[in-house]
């Protein structure tokens, strides 16, 4: 994480200070989370300002990063970019949950950054809105595969299985 640690010390001795800041960060510095990981050949890029505001740094920015995830009907890999917004205060003091600590001269963009992609990534993700998914007697990609398998004589109780989300 350590490139992700921003040395503020030139913005802190001057009032109302500002800076502006891109970075193009190796996705493995901010790791994967739960099922999602970032993928590993798309730099995470990040364009940020940051402002000296009241013995505080107000970081206002945006990070781009592209996720993969698994299709949630046909489990195959999909690829989900995201762009999110980064708006987080950072002070000597921070309230838990809320704003992020600065410690001495220096702020540490990981954290921020990493909670603030999650946020825009979707619960459920699809590798298209009409992915027609997996055959449930076969087991087949029914996107790209067909098969003679008899769904109408299935239980109707199978049908509610059919949306459930696999994590
Ligand atoms: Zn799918
Ligand atoms: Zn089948």
């Not at 190796?26 to 009241?54: M, Y």
């Amino acid at each position: 994480m350590d490139s992700l640690r921003c040395n503020v010390a030139d913005l802190l001795h001057r009032p109302a200070a500002r800076r502006l800041v891109v970075l193009s960060i190796d996705p493995e510095e901010l790791g994967g989370v739960g099922q999602t990981r970032l993928v590993s050949d798309e730099p995470v890029s990040v364009k940020i300002a940051f402002e000296h505001v009241s013995d505080s740094i107000v970081v206002n920015g945006q990070a781009a990063a592209v996720y993969e995830l698994t299709c949630s009907r046909c489990l195959e890999p999909i690829r989900h970019p995201v762009a999110a917004p980064v708006r987080e205060l950072f002070e000597h003091d921070p309230i838990e949950g809320q704003t992020y600590k600065l410690e001495g001269d220096e702020i540490d963009l990981g954290g921020p950054i990493r909670d603030n992609i999650l946020l825009q990534l979707p619960s459920a993700a699809l590798c298209k809105d009409d992915c027609v998914g997996l055959c449930l007697v076969c087991g087949i990609n029914r996107n790209t595969d067909t098969c003679s398998c008899d769904l109408t004589v299935m239980d109707p109780r199978w049908d509610a299985l059919k949306d459930i989300k696999i994590d």
